[in-house]
């Protein structure tokens, strides 16, 4: 059977009609991502499930974002570190790291091995920070942002979000306000 010849795939920008597109994107300019905690047995059920395929999707959204948003140079530092990204009231521990293809999963530390880099919050705040609601300065301070192990790594990161163009990245995507 011959292969379906492929299709080129749209932006987002022309899926939508130019009224229905600004309606929503009026919606998302005034979207505040609301207060919640993940309820305590869900929290409980995803902290002994396995870690893996979050975290590939933890990967796979860096690994996208990777010399598009994220500069490949200015990330050299964490190559080979082990990362990785607790979501505090979701019990979830994502164990990462930058290798020569991108970001990939790695092993959990262990035994005594620490990673070099922890950085843990809450999912509503990992969404904010996601969505570029709260910067990344407001959650440290108000610590809903915590950062352990290497201080020059968690500058770093800290830093290279801070330094993210997002509106470049809608405009891009035709999500512009």
């Known amino acids: 059977m011959p292969a379906l010849p492929s299709l080129p795939f749209p932006p987002p920008s022309v899926l939508l009609p130019g009224s229905l ?3 929503i994107g009026e919606r998302l300019a005034h979207f505040r991502v609301p207060d919640f905690t993940v309820p305590a047995p869900l929290a409980k059920l995803a902290g002994r499930l396995p870690q893996q395929p979050p975290t590939l999707a933890l990967t796979l959204a860096l690994n996208l974002a ?14 080979g570190r082990h990362l990785q990204m607790r979501v505090l009231d979701a019990g979830l521990r ?5 290798a020569d293809k991108g970001f990939q999963r790695a092993a959990p530390a262990a035994g005594d091995g620490k990673p070099d880099l922890v950085i843990s919050a809450t999912t509503r705040d990992f969404i904010a920070l996601a969505l570029r609601e709260e910067d990344p300065d407001t959650l440290f301070f108000s610590r809903r942002l ?9 500058l770093l990161v800290k830093n290279t979000l801070d330094a993210v163009d997002w509106d470049a990245l809608k405009a891009k995507l035709g999500l512009g306000r």
């Open 94 to 98: 994502l164990d990462f790291t930058l």
């Open 66 to 79: 990777l010399d598009r948003i994220l500069p490949r140079d200015t990330l050299a530092p964490l190559s």
């Open 21 to 23: 597109r600004r309606r």
């Open 146 to 154: 915590r950062m352990e192990g290497d201080t020059e790594l968690g």
